[in-house]
Protein backbone atom coordinates (compact mmCIF):
# COMPACT_ATOMS: atom_id res chain seq x y z
CA UNK A 1 0.00 0.00 0.00
CA UNK A 2 2.98 2.21 0.86
CA UNK A 3 4.33 1.41 -2.53
CA UNK A 4 1.48 2.47 -4.54
CA UNK A 5 1.15 5.93 -2.41
CA UNK A 6 4.92 6.31 -2.79
CA UNK A 7 4.64 5.34 -6.93
CA UNK A 8 1.51 8.21 -7.16
CA UNK A 9 3.62 10.72 -5.46
CA UNK A 10 6.37 10.11 -8.00
CA UNK A 11 3.89 10.48 -10.91
CA UNK A 12 2.52 13.86 -9.40
CA UNK A 13 5.94 14.95 -8.91
CA UNK A 14 6.86 13.97 -12.41
CA UNK A 15 3.78 15.79 -14.31
CA UNK A 16 4.51 19.34 -11.86
CA UNK A 17 8.18 19.19 -13.30
CA UNK A 18 6.92 18.43 -16.70
CA UNK A 19 4.71 21.25 -16.30
CA UNK A 20 7.15 23.79 -15.43
CA UNK A 21 10.06 22.95 -18.16
CA UNK A 22 8.03 22.16 -21.09
CA UNK A 23 7.21 25.63 -20.96
CA UNK A 24 11.02 26.93 -20.42
CA UNK A 25 12.25 24.31 -23.51
CA UNK A 26 9.50 25.62 -25.64
CA UNK A 27 10.33 29.62 -24.79
CA UNK A 28 13.61 28.76 -25.48
CA UNK A 29 13.03 27.24 -28.85
CA UNK A 30 11.46 29.96 -29.93
CA UNK A 31 14.11 32.56 -28.76
CA UNK A 32 16.29 30.46 -30.99
CA UNK A 33 14.04 31.63 -34.01
CA UNK A 34 14.40 35.22 -33.48
CA UNK A 35 17.00 36.91 -35.77
CA UNK A 36 18.57 39.87 -35.30
CA UNK A 37 16.81 41.77 -38.28
CA UNK A 38 13.58 40.69 -37.33
CA UNK A 39 14.66 42.31 -33.38
CA UNK A 40 15.63 45.38 -35.13
CA UNK A 41 12.47 45.73 -37.13
CA UNK A 42 10.70 44.88 -34.00
CA UNK A 43 12.36 47.56 -32.21
CA UNK A 44 11.81 50.79 -34.75
CA UNK A 45 8.27 49.70 -35.24
CA UNK A 46 7.76 50.24 -31.44
CA UNK A 47 9.74 53.42 -31.69
CA UNK A 48 8.50 54.91 -34.83
CA UNK A 49 5.96 56.86 -33.10
CA UNK A 50 8.75 58.70 -30.72
CA UNK A 51 10.90 59.71 -33.65
CA UNK A 52 11.27 63.30 -34.73
CA UNK A 53 11.68 64.52 -38.37
CA UNK A 54 14.93 65.23 -39.44
CA UNK A 55 16.33 68.31 -39.62
CA UNK A 56 16.53 69.20 -43.22
CA UNK A 57 20.01 69.98 -44.86
CA UNK A 58 20.92 71.80 -48.19
CA UNK A 59 24.07 70.53 -49.71
CA UNK A 60 25.83 72.57 -52.32
CA UNK A 61 26.89 70.98 -55.54
CA UNK A 62 29.90 69.89 -54.42
CA UNK A 63 28.79 67.78 -52.45
CA UNK A 64 26.33 65.50 -54.52
CA UNK A 65 29.23 63.03 -55.28
CA UNK A 66 30.07 62.68 -51.34
CA UNK A 67 25.97 62.28 -50.96
CA UNK A 68 25.50 59.46 -53.67
CA UNK A 69 28.06 57.80 -52.55
CA UNK A 70 26.47 57.73 -48.49
CA UNK A 71 23.44 57.01 -49.52
CA UNK A 72 24.66 53.80 -51.75
CA UNK A 73 26.68 53.06 -48.53
CA UNK A 74 23.40 52.95 -46.09
CA UNK A 75 21.82 51.02 -48.59
CA UNK A 76 24.69 48.46 -48.88
CA UNK A 77 24.25 48.61 -45.16
CA UNK A 78 21.18 47.99 -44.74
CA UNK A 79 20.93 44.77 -47.64
CA UNK A 80 24.47 43.22 -46.30
CA UNK A 81 23.24 43.29 -42.48
CA UNK A 82 19.75 41.46 -44.29
CA UNK A 83 21.83 38.84 -46.03
CA UNK A 84 23.67 38.17 -42.99
CA UNK A 85 20.38 37.61 -40.95
CA UNK A 86 19.11 35.78 -43.46
CA UNK A 87 22.12 33.24 -43.63
CA UNK A 88 22.58 33.39 -39.82
CA UNK A 89 19.59 31.71 -38.79
CA UNK A 90 19.09 28.56 -40.46
CA UNK A 91 23.04 27.42 -39.97
CA UNK A 92 22.04 28.63 -35.90
CA UNK A 93 18.85 26.64 -36.19
CA UNK A 94 20.78 23.15 -37.35
CA UNK A 95 23.82 23.01 -34.26
CA UNK A 96 26.42 24.58 -35.68
CA UNK A 97 29.37 25.20 -33.28
CA UNK A 98 31.41 28.66 -32.36
CA UNK A 99 33.99 27.58 -35.57
CA UNK A 100 31.37 27.33 -37.75
CA UNK A 101 30.18 30.98 -37.22
CA UNK A 102 33.16 31.91 -37.46
CA UNK A 103 33.42 30.51 -40.75
CA UNK A 104 30.38 31.37 -41.54
CA UNK A 105 31.37 35.31 -40.82
CA UNK A 106 33.49 35.10 -43.73
CA UNK A 107 31.00 33.79 -45.76
CA UNK A 108 28.67 36.66 -44.94
CA UNK A 109 31.80 39.06 -45.65
CA UNK A 110 32.17 37.39 -49.43
CA UNK A 111 28.43 37.59 -49.79
CA UNK A 112 27.86 41.66 -48.56
CA UNK A 113 30.82 42.75 -51.13
CA UNK A 114 28.98 40.56 -53.55
CA UNK A 115 25.78 42.63 -52.63
CA UNK A 116 27.66 45.66 -52.61
CA UNK A 117 28.80 45.14 -56.42
CA UNK A 118 25.27 44.53 -56.99
CA UNK A 119 24.01 47.99 -55.34
CA UNK A 120 26.19 49.89 -57.18
CA UNK A 121 25.15 48.19 -60.91
CA UNK A 122 21.65 48.79 -59.50
CA UNK A 123 21.66 52.47 -58.39
CA UNK A 124 23.78 53.06 -61.44
CA UNK A 125 20.98 51.37 -63.49
CA UNK A 126 17.89 53.15 -62.14
CA UNK A 127 19.84 56.31 -62.48
CA UNK A 128 20.25 55.63 -66.50
CA UNK A 129 16.42 55.02 -66.02
CA UNK A 130 15.59 58.09 -64.60
CA UNK A 131 17.47 59.67 -67.18
CA UNK A 132 16.11 58.54 -70.25
CA UNK A 133 12.33 58.35 -68.65
CA UNK A 134 12.10 62.10 -67.41
CA UNK A 135 14.58 64.23 -69.66
CA UNK A 136 12.56 67.56 -68.71
CA UNK A 137 13.62 66.85 -65.37
CA UNK A 138 16.77 66.67 -66.02
CA UNK A 139 17.00 69.45 -68.43
CA UNK A 140 15.19 72.10 -65.36
CA UNK A 141 17.83 71.31 -63.33
CA UNK A 142 20.79 71.84 -65.71
CA UNK A 143 18.99 75.03 -66.34
CA UNK A 144 18.80 76.28 -62.86
CA UNK A 145 22.51 75.21 -62.16
CA UNK A 146 23.19 77.12 -65.32
CA UNK A 147 21.34 80.06 -63.98
CA UNK A 148 23.68 79.40 -60.48
CA UNK A 149 26.60 79.29 -62.37
CA UNK A 150 26.35 81.99 -65.11
CA UNK A 151 24.28 85.14 -63.55
CA UNK A 152 26.05 87.17 -66.00
CA UNK A 153 23.40 85.51 -68.67
CA UNK A 154 20.19 85.69 -66.44
CA UNK A 155 20.85 89.70 -66.25
CA UNK A 156 20.82 89.74 -70.52
CA UNK A 157 17.74 87.81 -70.38
CA UNK A 158 16.27 90.65 -68.05
CA UNK A 159 17.72 93.65 -70.60
CA UNK A 160 14.20 94.60 -72.26
CA UNK A 161 12.06 93.66 -69.09
CA UNK A 162 13.77 96.26 -67.57
CA UNK A 163 14.12 98.85 -70.22
CA UNK A 164 10.37 98.48 -70.97
CA UNK A 165 9.42 98.96 -67.14
CA UNK A 166 11.93 102.41 -67.20
CA UNK A 167 9.85 103.74 -70.12
CA UNK A 168 6.90 103.46 -68.53
CA UNK A 169 8.43 105.19 -65.35
CA UNK A 170 9.73 107.52 -67.52
CA UNK A 171 6.19 108.46 -68.80
CA UNK A 172 4.38 108.71 -66.34
CA UNK A 173 6.76 111.21 -64.90
CA UNK A 174 6.17 113.63 -68.07
CA UNK A 175 2.52 112.62 -67.76
CA UNK A 176 2.84 114.26 -64.60
CA UNK A 177 4.26 116.93 -65.53
CA UNK A 178 1.97 117.94 -68.47
CA UNK A 179 -0.73 120.31 -67.67
CA UNK A 180 -4.33 118.75 -67.97
CA UNK A 181 -5.45 119.24 -71.98
CA UNK A 182 -7.18 117.40 -74.64
CA UNK A 183 -3.97 117.09 -76.54
CA UNK A 184 -4.99 114.04 -78.32
CA UNK A 185 -0.97 112.77 -78.67
CA UNK A 186 -0.95 112.97 -74.82
CA UNK A 187 -3.89 110.30 -74.92
CA UNK A 188 -2.49 107.92 -77.18
CA UNK A 189 0.74 107.96 -75.19
CA UNK A 190 -1.31 107.32 -71.97
CA UNK A 191 -2.87 104.25 -73.94
CA UNK A 192 -0.08 102.91 -75.27
CA UNK A 193 1.59 102.91 -71.61
CA UNK A 194 -1.84 100.92 -70.09
CA UNK A 195 -0.82 98.65 -73.22
CA UNK A 196 2.46 97.98 -72.38
CA UNK A 197 2.22 97.95 -68.45
CA UNK A 198 -0.61 95.26 -69.44
CA UNK A 199 2.03 93.60 -71.80
CA UNK A 200 4.74 93.53 -69.07
CA UNK A 201 2.67 92.31 -66.29
CA UNK A 202 4.55 90.18 -63.82
CA UNK A 203 7.42 89.33 -66.39
CA UNK A 204 10.76 88.89 -65.46
CA UNK A 205 12.44 87.89 -68.04
CA UNK A 206 12.50 88.77 -71.67
CA UNK A 207 10.84 85.25 -72.32
CA UNK A 208 8.05 85.81 -70.71
CA UNK A 209 6.86 88.65 -72.77
CA UNK A 210 4.39 88.47 -75.60
CA UNK A 211 5.83 89.13 -79.11
CA UNK A 212 2.16 90.00 -80.03
CA UNK A 213 1.81 92.56 -77.51
CA UNK A 214 5.15 94.29 -76.11
CA UNK A 215 6.67 96.61 -78.53
CA UNK A 216 10.18 95.21 -80.40
CA UNK A 217 10.82 99.15 -81.49
CA UNK A 218 10.57 101.61 -79.06
CA UNK A 219 11.30 104.63 -81.52
CA UNK A 220 7.45 105.99 -81.40
CA UNK A 221 7.32 106.28 -77.74
CA UNK A 222 10.92 108.27 -77.68
CA UNK A 223 10.36 110.57 -79.82
CA UNK A 224 6.73 111.46 -78.14
CA UNK A 225 8.88 111.53 -74.79
CA UNK A 226 10.95 113.98 -76.46
CA UNK A 227 8.51 115.92 -77.67
CA UNK A 228 7.52 116.32 -74.17
CA UNK A 229 10.56 116.82 -72.60
CA UNK A 230 10.78 119.76 -75.18
CA UNK A 231 7.64 121.00 -74.04
CA UNK A 232 8.38 120.63 -70.42
CA UNK A 233 12.03 122.34 -70.66
CA UNK A 234 9.94 125.84 -72.00
CA UNK A 235 7.33 125.28 -69.64
CA UNK A 236 10.67 125.58 -67.03
CA UNK A 237 12.10 128.50 -68.73
CA UNK A 238 8.73 130.56 -68.47
CA UNK A 239 8.26 129.21 -65.00
CA UNK A 240 11.75 130.85 -64.20
CA UNK A 241 11.31 133.87 -65.97
CA UNK A 242 7.77 134.61 -64.32
CA UNK A 243 9.92 133.82 -61.21
CA UNK A 244 12.54 136.14 -61.54
CA UNK A 245 9.87 138.71 -62.70
CA UNK A 246 8.01 138.22 -59.47
CA UNK A 247 10.98 138.69 -57.33
CA UNK A 248 11.57 142.42 -58.61
CA UNK A 249 8.64 143.04 -58.58
CA UNK A 250 8.61 142.00 -55.06
CA UNK A 251 12.44 143.88 -54.64
CA UNK A 252 10.35 147.06 -55.63
CA UNK A 253 7.62 146.84 -53.67
CA UNK A 254 7.70 148.41 -49.86
CA UNK A 255 6.37 145.76 -47.58
CA UNK A 256 3.40 146.16 -45.80
CA UNK A 257 5.33 146.29 -42.01
CA UNK A 258 7.40 149.36 -43.49
CA UNK A 259 4.67 151.36 -44.72
CA UNK A 260 2.54 150.81 -41.43
CA UNK A 261 5.25 152.13 -39.43
CA UNK A 262 5.62 154.80 -42.11
CA UNK A 263 2.47 156.28 -41.28
CA UNK A 264 2.38 156.01 -37.67
CA UNK A 265 5.68 157.74 -37.48
CA UNK A 266 4.44 160.39 -39.88
CA UNK A 267 0.94 160.69 -37.26
CA UNK A 268 3.11 160.91 -34.75
CA UNK A 269 5.44 163.95 -36.23
CA UNK A 270 2.31 165.98 -37.12
CA UNK A 271 1.08 165.85 -33.92
CA UNK A 272 4.38 168.02 -32.15
CA UNK A 273 4.70 171.32 -31.87
CA UNK A 274 6.81 172.78 -34.79
CA UNK A 275 9.57 173.46 -32.17
CA UNK A 276 9.86 169.48 -31.36
CA UNK A 277 10.44 168.84 -34.31
CA UNK A 278 13.94 169.78 -34.94
CA UNK A 279 16.68 167.42 -34.23
CA UNK A 280 19.98 168.31 -32.38
CA UNK A 281 22.91 170.02 -32.91
CA UNK A 282 21.91 171.38 -36.51
CA UNK A 283 24.37 173.63 -36.22
CA UNK A 284 27.11 170.84 -37.23
CA UNK A 285 25.83 170.00 -40.64
CA UNK A 286 28.18 172.92 -42.67
CA UNK A 287 31.21 172.05 -40.69
CA UNK A 288 33.87 170.71 -43.47
CA UNK A 289 35.96 169.60 -40.90
CA UNK A 290 34.05 166.78 -39.52
CA UNK A 291 33.14 163.50 -41.39
CA UNK A 292 30.24 163.77 -43.00
CA UNK A 293 28.22 161.23 -44.65
CA UNK A 294 25.42 161.27 -47.30
CA UNK A 295 22.08 158.77 -47.70
CA UNK A 296 19.97 159.06 -50.13
CA UNK A 297 16.55 157.00 -49.15
CA UNK A 298 12.77 156.51 -48.38
CA UNK A 299 13.20 153.72 -46.60
CA UNK A 300 13.08 154.68 -42.76
CA UNK A 301 14.22 151.74 -41.28
CA UNK A 302 17.38 151.38 -43.74
CA UNK A 303 18.09 154.60 -42.81
CA UNK A 304 18.38 153.75 -39.30
CA UNK A 305 20.49 151.26 -39.61
CA UNK A 306 23.40 152.62 -41.96
CA UNK A 307 23.23 155.67 -38.59
CA UNK A 308 22.98 153.04 -36.06
CA UNK A 309 25.87 150.81 -37.46
CA UNK A 310 28.47 154.06 -37.98
CA UNK A 311 27.83 155.04 -34.88
CA UNK A 312 28.14 152.19 -32.59
CA UNK A 313 31.51 151.11 -34.42
CA UNK A 314 33.15 154.68 -34.34
CA UNK A 315 35.67 156.03 -32.28
CA UNK A 316 35.00 159.76 -32.32
CA UNK A 317 31.18 160.00 -32.49
CA UNK A 318 30.67 163.40 -31.96
CA UNK A 319 32.54 164.27 -35.31
CA UNK A 320 29.66 162.50 -37.28
CA UNK A 321 27.15 164.33 -39.19
CA UNK A 322 24.70 162.21 -41.24
CA UNK A 323 23.20 164.22 -43.93
CA UNK A 324 19.50 161.95 -45.33
CA UNK A 325 18.01 163.57 -48.44
CA UNK A 326 14.50 162.26 -49.50
CA UNK A 327 10.93 162.97 -50.81
CA UNK A 328 9.00 165.39 -48.72
CA UNK A 329 6.30 162.56 -48.26
CA UNK A 330 8.83 160.53 -45.96
CA UNK A 331 10.66 163.38 -44.63
CA UNK A 332 8.29 163.75 -41.25
CA UNK A 333 8.36 159.69 -40.72
CA UNK A 334 12.08 159.73 -41.19
CA UNK A 335 12.24 162.70 -38.84
CA UNK A 336 10.55 160.84 -36.46
CA UNK A 337 12.42 158.26 -36.48
CA UNK A 338 15.66 159.51 -35.11
CA UNK A 339 13.56 162.19 -32.60
CA UNK A 340 12.77 158.86 -31.04
CA UNK A 341 15.84 157.12 -31.43
CA UNK A 342 18.53 159.82 -31.36
CA UNK A 343 21.84 159.65 -32.61
CA UNK A 344 23.74 159.99 -29.61
CA UNK A 345 26.81 162.68 -29.89
CA UNK A 346 26.04 162.47 -33.56
CA UNK A 347 24.11 164.60 -35.94
CA UNK A 348 21.35 163.71 -38.59
CA UNK A 349 19.99 165.88 -40.73
CA UNK A 350 17.20 165.54 -42.82
CA UNK A 351 16.67 166.76 -46.37
CA UNK A 352 13.77 166.80 -48.92
CA UNK A 353 14.81 166.78 -52.37
CA UNK A 354 11.93 169.12 -52.68
CA UNK A 355 13.97 171.72 -51.56
CA UNK A 356 16.81 171.44 -54.20
CA UNK A 357 14.97 173.95 -56.65
CA UNK A 358 18.10 174.33 -58.96
CA UNK A 359 17.66 170.73 -59.37
CA UNK A 360 14.41 170.48 -62.15
CA UNK A 361 15.99 172.94 -64.27
CA UNK A 362 18.02 170.06 -65.37
CA UNK A 363 14.62 168.03 -66.22
CA UNK A 364 17.02 164.62 -67.15
CA UNK A 365 15.20 162.14 -64.68
CA UNK A 366 12.09 161.38 -66.88
CA UNK A 367 14.17 160.44 -69.88
CA UNK A 368 15.42 157.45 -68.18
CA UNK A 369 15.21 154.23 -69.95
CA UNK A 370 15.28 151.86 -67.20
CA UNK A 371 12.21 149.30 -66.82
CA UNK A 372 12.78 149.04 -63.00
CA UNK A 373 11.37 151.68 -61.11
CA UNK A 374 14.15 151.86 -58.57
CA UNK A 375 16.98 152.93 -61.25
CA UNK A 376 14.03 155.77 -62.65
CA UNK A 377 13.82 157.27 -58.81
CA UNK A 378 15.57 161.05 -58.82
CA UNK A 379 17.49 159.66 -55.54
CA UNK A 380 18.97 157.37 -57.51
CA UNK A 381 21.12 159.62 -59.51
CA UNK A 382 21.72 162.23 -56.84
CA UNK A 383 25.18 161.18 -56.31
CA UNK A 384 26.24 163.06 -59.79
CA UNK A 385 25.29 166.70 -58.42
CA UNK A 386 27.07 165.84 -54.88
CA UNK A 387 28.96 169.31 -55.03
CA UNK A 388 25.63 171.24 -55.86
CA UNK A 389 24.18 169.46 -52.60
CA UNK A 390 26.67 170.17 -50.53
CA UNK A 391 28.67 173.46 -51.20
CA UNK A 392 29.83 174.00 -48.40
CA UNK A 393 31.59 170.45 -47.76
CA UNK A 394 35.09 169.30 -48.90
CA UNK A 395 34.69 165.85 -48.91
CA UNK A 396 32.10 163.11 -48.05
CA UNK A 397 31.45 159.75 -48.07
CA UNK A 398 28.30 158.36 -49.69
CA UNK A 399 26.47 155.51 -48.30
CA UNK A 400 23.39 153.55 -50.37
CA UNK A 401 20.74 152.71 -48.11
CA UNK A 402 21.30 149.26 -47.54
CA UNK A 403 24.85 149.17 -46.02
CA UNK A 404 26.15 148.26 -42.53
CA UNK A 405 28.69 149.54 -41.36
CA UNK A 406 30.94 147.38 -38.97
CA UNK A 407 34.08 148.99 -38.19
CA UNK A 408 35.54 152.59 -37.55
CA UNK A 409 35.77 154.69 -40.66
CA UNK A 410 38.32 157.64 -39.66
CA UNK A 411 41.13 156.04 -41.60
CA UNK A 412 38.93 155.83 -45.04
CA UNK A 413 38.86 159.61 -44.74
CA UNK A 414 42.81 159.98 -44.45
CA UNK A 415 43.30 157.57 -47.20
CA UNK A 416 45.62 159.25 -49.90
CA UNK A 417 43.24 159.99 -52.67
CA UNK A 418 46.44 160.58 -55.33
CA UNK A 419 44.84 163.83 -56.97
CA UNK A 420 41.34 161.07 -58.07
CA UNK A 421 37.72 162.24 -57.34
CA UNK A 422 36.34 158.90 -56.10
CA UNK A 423 37.50 156.51 -53.89
CA UNK A 424 35.86 152.87 -54.50
CA UNK A 425 36.48 149.09 -54.13
CA UNK A 426 37.56 147.24 -57.96
CA UNK A 427 35.49 144.75 -59.47
CA UNK A 428 37.32 143.66 -62.23
CA UNK A 429 39.25 140.59 -60.20
CA UNK A 430 38.11 137.88 -62.41
CA UNK A 431 37.03 134.92 -59.26
CA UNK A 432 35.74 137.38 -56.90
CA UNK A 433 32.26 138.47 -55.57
CA UNK A 434 31.51 140.16 -57.82
CA UNK A 435 33.12 140.26 -61.30
CA UNK A 436 32.54 143.32 -64.17
CA UNK A 437 34.10 143.72 -67.28
CA UNK A 438 33.24 147.04 -68.37
CA UNK A 439 32.41 145.96 -72.51
CA UNK A 440 29.62 143.74 -70.81
CA UNK A 441 27.66 146.82 -69.70
CA UNK A 442 29.23 149.47 -72.17
CA UNK A 443 28.44 149.33 -76.23
CA UNK A 444 32.16 149.24 -77.60
CA UNK A 445 30.90 149.11 -80.97
CA UNK A 446 30.16 152.65 -80.86
CA UNK A 447 33.27 154.91 -82.50
CA UNK A 448 33.11 157.29 -80.14
CA UNK A 449 33.01 154.87 -76.86
CA UNK A 450 35.60 152.78 -78.56
CA UNK A 451 38.15 155.45 -78.85
CA UNK A 452 37.68 157.12 -75.98
CA UNK A 453 37.48 154.08 -73.13
CA UNK A 454 40.03 151.24 -72.83
CA UNK A 455 38.02 147.63 -72.73
CA UNK A 456 40.12 146.36 -70.34
CA UNK A 457 39.76 149.02 -67.75
CA UNK A 458 38.97 147.68 -64.61
CA UNK A 459 35.57 148.31 -62.74
CA UNK A 460 34.56 149.53 -59.42
CA UNK A 461 31.25 149.31 -57.46
CA UNK A 462 28.79 152.17 -56.30
CA UNK A 463 27.38 151.83 -52.36
CA UNK A 464 30.48 152.86 -50.05
CA UNK A 465 32.74 155.60 -52.01
CA UNK A 466 34.12 158.57 -50.92
CA UNK A 467 34.72 162.04 -52.76
CA UNK A 468 36.86 164.74 -53.08
CA UNK A 469 34.65 167.61 -53.87
CA UNK A 470 36.72 170.31 -54.28
CA UNK A 471 38.60 168.03 -57.41
CA UNK A 472 35.42 167.83 -58.44
CA UNK A 473 34.30 171.25 -59.07
CA UNK A 474 37.78 171.56 -60.47
CA UNK A 475 37.25 169.27 -63.42
CA UNK A 476 33.75 170.04 -63.47
CA UNK A 477 32.27 166.34 -63.42
CA UNK A 478 28.99 167.09 -63.31
CA UNK A 479 29.25 168.92 -66.90
CA UNK A 480 30.72 165.71 -67.78
CA UNK A 481 27.87 163.91 -66.75
CA UNK A 482 25.11 165.81 -68.39
CA UNK A 483 27.39 165.06 -71.85
CA UNK A 484 27.86 161.46 -71.51
CA UNK A 485 23.81 161.21 -70.32
CA UNK A 486 22.58 163.35 -73.36
CA UNK A 487 24.63 161.30 -75.31
CA UNK A 488 22.45 157.89 -74.04
CA UNK A 489 19.31 159.73 -74.54
CA UNK A 490 20.20 159.65 -78.33
CA UNK A 491 22.38 156.09 -78.90
CA UNK A 492 22.37 153.44 -76.92
CA UNK A 493 25.80 153.25 -75.02
CA UNK A 494 25.05 151.56 -72.19
CA UNK A 495 22.11 149.32 -70.59
CA UNK A 496 20.09 151.23 -68.43
CA UNK A 497 18.77 148.22 -66.82
CA UNK A 498 21.84 148.10 -64.78
CA UNK A 499 21.45 152.15 -62.99
CA UNK A 500 23.90 154.34 -62.91
CA UNK A 501 26.91 152.16 -62.71
CA UNK A 502 28.05 152.64 -66.70
CA UNK A 503 27.07 155.94 -66.64
CA UNK A 504 29.03 156.46 -63.44
CA UNK A 505 32.17 154.73 -64.98
CA UNK A 506 32.37 157.03 -67.62
CA UNK A 507 32.01 160.05 -65.60
CA UNK A 508 34.81 159.13 -63.21
CA UNK A 509 36.77 157.36 -66.17
CA UNK A 510 40.56 158.02 -65.24
CA UNK A 511 39.45 159.61 -62.09
CA UNK A 512 39.10 156.75 -59.64
CA UNK A 513 41.15 155.62 -57.23
CA UNK A 514 41.19 151.82 -56.25
CA UNK A 515 40.76 151.04 -52.21
CA UNK A 516 41.37 148.04 -50.63
CA UNK A 517 38.65 145.35 -50.68
CA UNK A 518 38.66 145.16 -46.93
CA UNK A 519 36.37 148.36 -47.13
CA UNK A 520 33.45 147.56 -48.76
CA UNK A 521 32.46 143.70 -49.35
CA UNK A 522 29.64 143.21 -51.84
CA UNK A 523 26.90 140.88 -52.96
CA UNK A 524 25.17 139.81 -49.59
CA UNK A 525 21.79 140.97 -51.94
CA UNK A 526 22.54 138.34 -54.55
CA UNK A 527 25.18 136.11 -53.62
CA UNK A 528 24.65 132.97 -51.83
CA UNK A 529 28.30 131.95 -51.42
CA UNK A 530 29.85 135.02 -50.24
CA UNK A 531 32.99 134.25 -48.02
CA UNK A 532 32.30 135.10 -44.21
CA UNK A 533 35.09 135.67 -43.61
CA UNK A 534 35.25 138.40 -45.76
CA UNK A 535 32.24 139.67 -44.24
CA UNK A 536 33.67 139.80 -40.58
CA UNK A 537 37.24 141.43 -41.63
CA UNK A 538 34.94 143.87 -43.96
CA UNK A 539 34.49 147.79 -42.73
CA UNK A 540 31.09 148.09 -44.35
CA UNK A 541 28.91 145.06 -46.08
CA UNK A 542 26.94 145.89 -48.76
CA UNK A 543 23.29 144.14 -49.57
CA UNK A 544 23.57 144.72 -53.20
CA UNK A 545 21.20 143.50 -55.29
CA UNK A 546 17.45 142.54 -55.68
CA UNK A 547 17.10 140.47 -51.95
CA UNK A 548 17.40 143.53 -49.39
CA UNK A 549 17.06 142.20 -45.44
CA UNK A 550 13.86 144.48 -44.72
CA UNK A 551 12.72 142.22 -47.39
CA UNK A 552 10.64 138.51 -46.83
CA UNK A 553 13.09 137.43 -49.58
CA UNK A 554 16.32 138.55 -48.14
CA UNK A 555 19.02 135.88 -47.68
CA UNK A 556 18.61 134.36 -44.00
CA UNK A 557 22.42 133.75 -43.74
CA UNK A 558 23.37 137.56 -43.96
CA UNK A 559 20.22 139.25 -42.30
CA UNK A 560 21.59 139.13 -38.56
CA UNK A 561 24.21 141.54 -40.04
CA UNK A 562 21.55 144.32 -40.65
CA UNK A 563 19.05 143.18 -37.72
CA UNK A 564 21.09 143.32 -34.78
CA UNK A 565 21.05 147.31 -35.32
CA UNK A 566 17.43 147.59 -35.03
CA UNK A 567 15.81 147.09 -31.57
CA UNK A 568 12.60 145.10 -32.26
CA UNK A 569 10.81 145.90 -29.03
CA UNK A 570 9.93 149.03 -30.01
CA UNK A 571 6.10 149.96 -29.67
CA UNK A 572 5.85 151.26 -33.24
CA UNK A 573 7.79 148.30 -34.55
CA UNK A 574 5.73 145.75 -32.66
CA UNK A 575 2.16 147.01 -33.60
CA UNK A 576 3.41 146.29 -37.45
CA UNK A 577 4.24 143.07 -36.93
CA UNK A 578 7.91 144.02 -38.04
CA UNK A 579 10.11 141.34 -36.72
CA UNK A 580 14.17 140.12 -37.13
Not at 130 to 157: F, W, Y
Not at 282 to 304: M, Q, R
Not at 329 to 353: D, E, R, Y
Amino acid sequence: MKQIRQRQRILILSLLSLSVVAPLIFVSHRLKLLTPLDIQDRYFKEGAEELEEPNQVVYKEKDAVSTISYNSEKNNDSEESGIAGYRSTPLERNGFNHDERQHQGVLQKDLSSMAEDTNIHAYSHRLSKDNIEVPNKQSSRKAARHRILNPQSHKVKNQKVQEIKDQIVLAKAYLNFAPPSNNSRLKELELQMKEMEQAIGEATQDSDLSSSRAFPDCSAMAAKLQAMKRNTEEQVRSLRNEATYLVHLAGSTAPKGLHCLSMRLTADYFSLRPEERKLPNENKIHSPELYHYAVFSDNVLACGVVVNSTISTAKEQEKLVFHIVTHSLNLPAISMWFLINPPGKATVHIHSIDNLEWLSKYNTFSKNNSSYPRYISELNSLLFYLPDIFPALNKIVLFDHDVVVQQDLSGLWNANMKGNIIGAVGTCQEGKIPFHRIDMFINFSDPFIGESFDTNACTWAFGMNIFDLQQWRRHNLTAVYHKYLQMGFEKPLWNWNVGRLPLGWLTFYNKTEVLDNRWHVLGLGQYSGVDRNEIERAAVIHYDGIRKPWLDIAMGRYKSYWTKFLNFDLPFLQQCNLEA
